[in-house]
């Protein structure tokens, strides 16, 4: 018996590696359960009337594919398209299309479509086909072109009465703003998505979320800036977070009438307790922010300051004759903004200035909340300038100085007050494998597989 007993145990070794093996095997099937606070109403990537949020970018990116894709350092990549080129002046552009790609309904994807897609999601561009190509024309030269054809609202859709896309899942079922049922696709371009399906319940709280994930009903969730240390930390599931990745910032309606207003905004500025914000309302789920582009995407936030100074901002406010009165709106559906509009008005006390909380449209300021939507600075800087209702930055050239001239011009203006730079947090259970993080917190669902096992 004695002289059996390695041959066994190497045997019960070998048995459980190849166990082990074929338990992390990626394999196909099955059905990933996704659940969202977005509730959109359309799934066209090109509907300015939807609001931006990186669920309804992920949601997108699973059924638009677009021309060029940034790689987590910002640098573009050949998607629908293989190659790119701009004459002189970098006003007029030439993308090369791959061939051979089609529609979710089998039809070819051609320079046509590609060109009215292009035109639909941008009214002041002129694109037209040319041959197995696009030209696209700027309204004034763009040397970030590339960068812009990767924003989720340049996904490529055909709008022939049914809205289709050329990405790795179509269409099952669509309830809008309550459910989408998304389909693998066995003929897509980039390899078949590992999972069979995708069933996304929209609409639901972070705390419906987590219930339902608790339960097993849900295999990824968003999770509450918040609350993702709590829920690392009793082991609720995998909880990964991205890099601060949506700007809070206070926004003045209108631009500052005389140069004692702007003196009062300087106290407001230099009262706000930005640390105490993320350290006891965000459970450390951001950064402080003095600029609008975070610190890993430029480089040089850290020369606005985000500490607070209450000495200078009394100071500041002493010197002045003009009172101040600023009603302060926020999205009172959004239980984070809530309580830091509540710390800015404490804030502002303190420093002597007058701000009171209203759920007006027409409010003096208001508290947003804005998600960079590309890994591209100077595109996230232009489009955050959007969304927050600036002018248009300016960059006289492509270097880090033209970058930073142009947000210091944006800060300068006394239009926004920075205050944090908030990560976004997923909730992923145990059956889903294959999970990396990407820079711009886009979710890789069509390279997760499901485990069989039981945890």
């Known amino acids: 018996m004695r002289r059996f007993a390695l041959p066994l145990l190497a045997a019960s070794s070998l048995l459980l590696v190849v166990a082990a093996s074929a338990a992390t095997r990626p394999h196909y099937g099955g059905i990933l359960r996704v659940a969202l606070r977005a509730a959109p109403t359309s799934l066209d990537p090109a509907d300015a009337n939807q609001a931006d949020s990186l669920a309804r970018r992920n949601i997108s990116r699973l059924m638009f594919d677009t021309l060029v894709t940034l790689d987590n350092r910002g640098g573009p990549q050949p998607s629908l398209a293989t190659s790119w080129e701009a004459e002189p002046g970098n006003q007029r552009w030439h993308v090369y299309l791959r061939r051979d790609l089609s529609f979710h309904d089998g039809t070819a994807l051609t320079s046509d479509a590609v060109a009215a897609s292009l035109r639909a999601a941008n009214p002041n561009w002129k694109v037209f086909p040319l041959g197995d190509a696009v030209v696209v024309v700027c309204d004034s030269p763009d040397s970030n072109l590339p960068a812009e054809l990767a924003l989720p609202r340049n996904g490529i859709a055909k709008r022939d009465g049914k809205l289709l896309g050329t990405g790795p899942f179509a269409v099952a079922d669509w309830q809008p703003g309550k459910k989408l049922t998304l389909t693998a696709r066995d003929d897509y371009w980039g390899g078949r998505p590992f999972v069979d399906s995708i069933e996304i319940e929209m609409g639901k709280s972070f705390r419906d979320q987590m219930i339902s994930f608790d339960l097993g009903k849900t295999d990824l969730i968003e999770v509450a800036p918040e609350q993702a240390r709590r829920a690392a930390m009793e082991n609720r599931s995998s909880v990964q977070s991205s890099a601060p990745l949506e700007l809070m910032a206070l926004v003045f309606a209108r631009d500052r009438q005389s140069a004692e207003e702007g003196r009062l905004r300087q106290a407001l500025a230099l009262g706000i307790d930005r640390v105490a914000?993320?350290?006891?309302?965000?459970?450390?789920?951001?950064?402080?922010?003095?600029?609008?582009?975070?610190?890993?995407?430029?480089?040089?936030?850290?020369?606005?300051?985000?500490?607070?100074?209450?000495?200078?901002?009394?100071?500041?406010?002493?010197?002045?004759?003009?009172?101040?009165?600023?009603?302060l709106g926020y999205d009172s559906a959004d239980s984070v903004a809530r309580v830091v509009a509540e710390r800015a008005a404490l804030n502002a006390r303190d420093a002597g200035l007058s701000v009171q909380l209203t759920a007006s449209n027409s409010a003096d300021l208001r508290l947003v909340r804005v998600p960079l939507v590309s890994l591209d600075a100077p595109v996230a800087l232009a489009n955050l300038a959007t969304a927050l209702g600036l002018p248009q930055p300016k960059f006289p050239g492509d270097s880090v100085d033209s970058l930073y001239a142009a947000e210091t011009a944006l800060l300068d203006s006394q239009r926004v007050i920075p205050l944090l730079h908030v990560r976004v947090a997923a909730g992923i259970g145990p059956p889903v494998k294959n999970w990396t993080a990407h820079a711009d917190g886009i979710w890789p669902l069509q390279d997760v597989w499901l485990s069989t096992e039981k945890p």
């Open 277 to 327: 914000m993320n350290t006891v309302l965000l459970q450390g789920g951001g950064e402080p922010a003095g600029g609008l582009l975070p610190n890993w995407m430029s480089g040089y936030a850290f020369l606005f300051p985000t500490d607070v100074n209450l000495p200078q901002a009394r100071q500041v406010r002493g010197d002045l004759h003009q009172a101040s009165l600023w009603t």
